[in-house]
């Protein structure tokens, strides 16, 4: 259309006889763009029904709509129909991009063109009746030839692919607003941002778009469906279903760069339905929002909505069932009021972690006055330990939810009760923190040995713990928490967590043993026998993921002990299997000691030190190259010594295994 008006101010005064003319014509200007160092050349011989038209433009500009050309090129046979139509159709080029096809045709009321490339096209027409008015026809046309013109909205958007098809009104007003609007629909749309925060990929949409252009604002809005694709959008990943999903959208972009939503509407049918309104930075982040969400459905919302966030808290194969609905307040940045509704909801961890199920309630985390609130649920598990029912009543204000009163979850015969819990969700630069006092109640340890299939301990498990804290991905407990067992006693002290939530986790602790009955020790474990009291610590424990990687392990026998002690054969030989010893051979000696069922002795010890998978022994002294274990006393008098100093931890834990299984016993010969 631009290169027409100026064949229609140089035809007229082109001669019949010419062969030649040519002009040169420093600025060309029309409501849509302005057309600078243009030269124009018409080859028309006599006589002759077609010309050859050229047309050089040094420089393009269409400011409202984003697009600026260099040195544009176009090249056609110009012929003159009835009527006084002209058309022309030829190659066109300019700074350097592939070469299109051109084609114009103009008459005294309509001017229509078309631009193609292949399969692509974009097609022009307008009507000198309404000279502010252009229909834009599209089809199959690439995203990135949209470019510029999303630019003008969103300055960081790269468009890397898909396709467009539609028909839209271009109006350009003499007094009023630029104006896009009209059908789109698009196909397979990639586009991503130079920093990553925001990505498409495989997206596909039917929308009506209506697009305005003010001095001092844009407006945009969309009314149609998405189907299919993902967003990304910082930690937030959305996977779209094949089902449509309706969106509307009104939005209102400064001159700062920030946006104003005054209207949104998500409707992905039971899953997810969305309505409010919101307004953002020139960043991006929300600065005033009020959204009520609803799903009467949770089951597809991690898979479409939520695994960004799940995956961040290593929560990524996290299953949901019930139903649930919400609400968000924000003002200038600060959350005013966040609130849900829970009806029936179960959340499983799809690695066996844990299990909550039947949560009920309608929590509510107050950015300033006072909100009272019940967040209750059926049952449960943590790590195959199960418990029981229980409703929490809390209070929140100023950011932080608080425990109202104490709650005694029951657990393992006895119960768990939390007492000052605060919360704090992710806000700005720090992520989620919390503390609270915890009190452990008489816990039935033959439960949990049994639920966590270790051999069937007896006892109870009590202790307090003044303030267990959460932040920054670390969970760390003051105080102590003390089983109560074999006669004698387990504390565990320093306990702390990294990444309690996440991948890897890794747990830090101190072991302290004190007077543990020995001969039920061992008839637990199927280690012989031996009648005793062991003391001892385990210092520096350090699990990732669940596997030690580092301790400084000293177990002993109780040097205050005035009660019998004694070690059966099998014991003998399981010590020195696990400290790499003799154990009772086939000398003449060892055959004379087998006669005997045990042994009396004076002192039992070993020692561990792991470091880099390797287990550092130890005894209760050297005795040559060796460390003694056992260190006998009476008639027979048996010492037991070990000789490996230095054992790998894999094949020390198969020793372990081997001995409490009953598959390493003395071969009598």
């Not at 999903?245 to 400064?254: C, E, G, N, P, T």
């Not at 010590?575 to 055959?591: K, N």
């Not at 008098?637 to 081997?658: A, C, E, H, I, S």
Request: charged share 20%; glycine share 14%; net charge negative.
């Amino acid at each position: 259309m631009l290169t027409l008006l100026v064949l229609l101010g140089l035809t007229p005064v082109v001669p019949a006889h010419a062969r030649v003319a040519s002009a040169h014509i420093a600025r060309v200007s029309t409501p849509v763009a302005v057309l600078e160092d243009v030269e124009v050349r018409l080859d028309w011989p006599a006589d002759a029904t077609v010309g050859e038209l050229s047309l050089r433009a040094g420089r393009v500009r269409a400011d409202e709509l984003g697009y600026r050309w260099r040195d544009l090129r176009w090249t056609c046979p110009l012929q003159r129909g009835e009527q006084g139509r002209w058309r022309c159709e030829g190659r066109v080029s300019g700074g350097g991009g592939a070469p299109m096809r051109l084609d114009v045709a103009i008459d005294v009321a309509r001017t229509e063109a078309r631009l193609a490339a292949g399969s692509s096209a974009l097609a022009l027409s307008r009507n000198a009746a309404a000279p502010d008015l252009t229909r834009v026809d599209l089809v199959q046309v690439p995203v990135s030839w949209a470019q510029a013109l999303v630019a003008q909205a969103w300055a960081d958007a790269r468009l890397k692919a898909g396709q467009l098809d539609g028909r839209l009104e271009l109006r350009v007003p003499g007094q009023g607003p630029l104006q896009v609007s009209g059908p789109l629909r698009l196909r397979g749309l990639s586009l991503d941002t130079p920093d990553g925060g925001i990505a498409a990929e495989g997206l596909s949409a039917a929308m009506r778009m209506d697009y305005r252009q003010f001095p001092g604002q844009t407006l945009v809005t969309l009314q149609g469906e998405l189907r299919g694709g993902e967003l990304l959008a910082g930690n937030a990943y959305i996977a779209l279903p094949s089902t449509p999903v309706s969106v509307d959208l009104a939005a209102r972009r400064w001159p700062d760069g920030g946006w104003e939503l005054p209207g949104l509407s998500w409707d992905d049918g039971a899953a997810l339905q969305l309505r409010g309104a919101l307004s953002l930075d020139p960043a991006l982040d929300v600065r005033d929002a009020s959204l009520q969400l609803r799903s009467d459905d949770l089951a597809p919302l991690q898979a479409r909505y939520l695994s960004g966030w799940l995956g961040l808290a290593g929560l990524a194969d996290l299953r949901m069932s019930g139903a649930m609905s919400g609400r968000l307040e924000m003002r200038a940045g600060v959350l005013h009021e966040a609130g849900a509704e829970l009806r029936e909801v179960d959340l499983r961890d799809g690695r066996d972690r844990f299990q909550l199920l039947g949560i009920y309630g309608q929590p509510v985390l107050s950015g300033d006055g006072r909100r009272d609130s019940v967040l209750g649920w059926r049952g449960g598990a943590l790590h195959g330990l199960p418990f029981g029912a229980a409703a929490f009543p809390l209070r929140s204000a100023d950011g932080v939810i608080a425990l109202s009163q104490s709650v005694t979850v029951p657990a393992l015969g006895g119960g768990l009760m939390f007492e000052g819990l605060n919360l704090r969700p992710p806000r700005g630069q720090h992520g989620l923190a919390f503390d609270f006092g915890l009190s452990v109640e008489n816990l039935d340890i033959g439960q949990l040995a049994a639920a966590m299939h270790w051999p069937a301990f007896q006892g109870n498990l009590s202790g307090r713990i003044p303030r267990v804290r959460y932040a920054e991905d670390r969970l760390d407990f003051d105080g102590a928490l003390t089983a109560r067992m074999f006669g004698g006693s387990v504390e565990v002290s320093g306990l702390s967590m990294e990444r309690p939530f996440g991948t890897a986790p890794t747990l830090s602790a101190d072991i302290a043993l004190d007077d543990l009955d020995l001969q039920a020790l061992t008839g637990v474990f199927g280690f012989g026998e031996i009648t005793g009291a062991l003391d001892g610590h385990i210092r520096d424990l350090r699990l990732v993921d669940w596997s030690p990687q580092g301790f400084d392990a000293d177990l002993h026998t109780d040097p205050q002990w005035r009660g019998r002690q004694r070690i059966s054969q099998r014991a003998v030989q399981d010590l020195s299997s696990v400290g790499g010893g003799q154990g009772l051979g086939s000398s003449l000696q060892a055959q004379a000691l087998k006669l005997f069922d045990d042994f009396g002795y004076r002192r039992i010890g070993i020692r561990c030190h792991l470091a880099e998978d390797v287990c550092q022994m130890d005894g209760l002294g050297s005795a040559g190259a060796g460390f003694i274990i056992v260190e006998g006393k009476g008639l027979p008098r048996l010492t037991v010594v070990g000789f490996n100093r230095r054992v790998d931890w894999p094949t020390l834990v198969k020793r372990l295994g081997d001995v409490t299984s009953g598959e390493s016993k003395p071969v009598f010969q």
